[in-house]
């Protein structure tokens, strides 16, 4: 489950407990607990807001694709799932990097 996943991430990259994603979102830990092993399922506002108690946004947004993306797509598909998922390591590595250099 995607929101299960989300949850732990952002928690974990905030260094945080469960228990003290609760105390700042006003959660019990054990909820939270049961929301990470996918037990239960938040809501989409709760959810958000315990992004958001992480210290992250969670942005969700639905576009229609223009002739470039459709284009960036295409390319994306004729690459195995290897290449796919190295240029996206790649891409994340720089924008840490990035984030170092401004932060």
Do not use: C, N, Y
């Not at 905030?14 to 092993?37: P, V």
Request: overall charge positive; glycine content about 6%.
């Amino acid at each position: 489950m995607a929101s299960s996943h989300l949850l732990r991430e952002a928690r974990r990259r905030a260094g945080l407990s469960q228990a003290e994603l609760g105390e700042r979102a006003g959660k019990a830990a054990s909820a939270i607990s049961r929301w990470e092993i996918a037990s239960t399922k938040p809501s989409f506002e709760t959810l958000r807001q315990l992004i958001r108690a992480a210290g992250f946004d969670l942005v969700v947004g639905l576009v229609a694709a223009d002739d470039h993306d459709l284009a960036l797509i295409r390319r994306s598909l004729t690459r195995s799932p290897e290449e796919r998922l190295a240029e996206m390591v790649s891409a994340v590595r720089a924008l840490e990097s990035m984030a170092k250099a401004h932060g």
